[in-house]
């Protein structure tokens, strides 16, 4: 053991699962096929600077948020605002933030359906009394369900406001945040919240050059696995299958079911020398 490791975990571990002595070696095997899902990558909110991520206390991304709702959560489940751990009365989404824009002319698919799970949560760890907006160019809502899903939050009260990108300002004294618009009729229009959510993009897995250069597949003009419309578990090399983000930006349902189908094209591909 080295001076900073106390190694108490090796200790009280049931399992043994956890040996300090292990060293990092190469192993080499043969494969009949390999199934690729390396996952993707955050879109980095401060990268839009107009939207305050990084310089406005009461602008979090959507994966903070999902932190704050949860009950082992920064607040224990609690809707505070980071500020000040005030309740907020208001609460903006602001959608697409690092989809759909110039550099990233693509769809994160998951974006709309999780602003919108997170909105109706907060509502009911908040209270009926919060007002949430979810500022949106489009809404995706093409799952199992989802559309639903989607009429049922606008009952329960989250209101969509259809706009193009708004920027954002920080109302100096009080932390609130201003959202600046231009509305479905070209009209500019304001609006002033407690706290904003960045609902953020998925782009490519860190490293995913590499991934390709070592598995010899490509990539298409996203960085993300190049597969077939008809054949979406491939990859470009026979033999080398994917699954999950790595395509193109999917959800849970999505994966699992092409997971599936990558398993079942190597039970296929191998079918001949099963148990070999």
Known sequence: LTHDVCGICEVVCEAKAIDFGQKEETVTIDVGAVVLSPGFEVFDA????????????NVVTSLEFERILSASGPFSGHVFR?????????????????SRDHERDYCSSVCCMYATKEAVIAKEHAGAQLECDIYFMDIRAAGKGFEEYYEKAKQLGVNYIRCRVPAIEEVPGTANLTVRYLAEDDRRASREYDMVVLSVGMGPPRGMERIAKTFGIELNAFGFCRTSVFDPAASSREGVFVAGPFTEPKDIPETVMQASASASKVLSLL????GT
């Open 271 to 274: 079918g001949g020398v099963r």
């Open 82 to 98: 980071p500020s000040d751990r005030k309740t907020p009365g208001r609460i903006a989404f602001i959608q697409c933030v690092g």
């Open 46 to 57: 401060s990268r839009k600077e107009d939207l305050g991520y990084g310089r406005y206390r």
